[in-house]
């Protein structure tokens, strides 16, 4: 474990040169922050319920509907189903890896992640794939990387690593390893229908700072670095239907209608912001000390109290209700206004 100077314990897969952005989110934007969401106030856009934590001491990092149930993964190798959000089953994924990012591939669940530390380069990465999230079936990559983030692009699944390479298969099963170019850490992936957009963190060796990156692809093969327009980490990123939307550290909040040109939002809050989503009409990001900030247009923000001073990892939705995972086991649910 890595101990942050605000004394969190975050995992050492995490630290490589405290460059990822899932320990950037908990050092810049949360740690100084944390125990201040209940004092958060704004429209009440959506109601959200806490569910019972299970299990209470597992940080939860990723969150996916999966057809008729959900998902949730995280910390040593924790994976829960559940048909409505408020009753979970703990599941027996194999493993006691990190789990950090899960998806529905249309007949399959995939989850990624990765176990071991940079500091005594034990670092492999873990795939896992499951039909219906009962059964689950590792998968033998072999590469010294921590997969970041899974998508489904529809034809084929794509998952981050925590160096800027990229793994691509059509099944899940076979794997292979695409290489950027670009030696940053990348935190989150996209699909818009046409490229594939990733964002994540970096160091700009000219003015000597740290920055947030962006990338595009058409293919996964040929990838284009573009200009954020920040130098705060990007953690998360996702296809709005017309427009993209990333969130990251101190509350930062770009959006963009191409993947090349964009355009800094205000958030509202100087919380990290971890992960972000369309639901309906609407965008819900979520993020440090339990804050969730919601939008019809990506352009004007509101904060919403969500009852908790926990930090949430993931947000999804599955067209009528939303789900927000976090630490300690932390869930909730949240139902979409007509």
């Not at 934007?29 to 109601?47: E, F, M, Q, R, T």
């Not at 550290?249 to 963009?256: N, V, Y």
Request: proline fraction near 5%; charge should be neutral; aromatic fraction near 8%.
């Amino acid at each position: 474990m890595h101990e942050t100077p605000a004394g969190f314990s975050v995992p050492t897969i995490a630290s490589k040169k405290l460059r990822s952005a899932a320990v950037a989110g908990i050092l810049f934007g949360i740690a100084v922050l944390v125990g201040c969401a209940d004092k958060i106030s704004g429209p009440v856009d959506l109601k959200w319920s806490l569910q019972n934590p299970v299990p209470p001491d597992k940080r939860l990092k990723g969150v996916t509907w999966a057809d008729s149930q959900w998902v949730a993964v995280g910390d040593s190798g924790t994976i829960l189903t559940s048909p409505d959000g408020i009753i979970w089953t703990s599941r027996n994924s194999g493993t006691n890896a990190y789990l950090w990012s899960v998806t529905w591939a249309g007949t399959q669940l995939v989850v990624v992640g990765g176990s071991g530390s940079h500091f005594d380069s034990t670092i492999m990465s873990t795939v896992l794939t499951s039909p219906d999230g009962i059964a689950w079936t590792k998968q033998n990559l072999g590469i010294p990387y921590i997969l970041t983030s899974v998508i489904w692009t529809g034809s084929q699944l794509v998952a981050a690593c925590d160096s800027g390479a990229y793994m691509t298969s059509p099944d899940g099963v076979s794997w292979t390893f695409r290489s950027s170019g670009f030696p940053n850490n990348v935190s989150s992936v996209t699909w818009t229908g046409s490229q594939l957009v990733a964002v994540g963190d970096g160091y700009d060796s000219i003015n000597r700072r740290f920055k947030g990156c962006v990338f595009t692809s058409p293919d996964c093969i040929v990838w284009t670095e573009r200009n954020s327009g920040t130098t705060r980490f990007l953690i998360s990123v996702t296809w709005a239907g017309s427009q993209l939307v990333s969130v990251g550290s101190f509350g930062t909040l770009l959006t963009s209608p191409d993947g090349i040109v964009w355009t800094t939002r205000n958030s509202g809050t100087p919380y990290a912001l971890l992960s972000v989503t369309r639901a309906q009409n609407r965008l819900v990001a979520v993020g440090g000390g339990g804050a969730i900030i919601t939008s019809t247009d990506g352009i004007s923000w509101s904060l919403t109290n969500s009852g908790t001073t926990k930090n949430l990892n993931s947000v999804a939705s599955s067209g009528t209700q939303l789900v927000a995972v976090g630490d300690s086991g932390t869930i909730l649910t949240g139902t979409l206004p007509p």
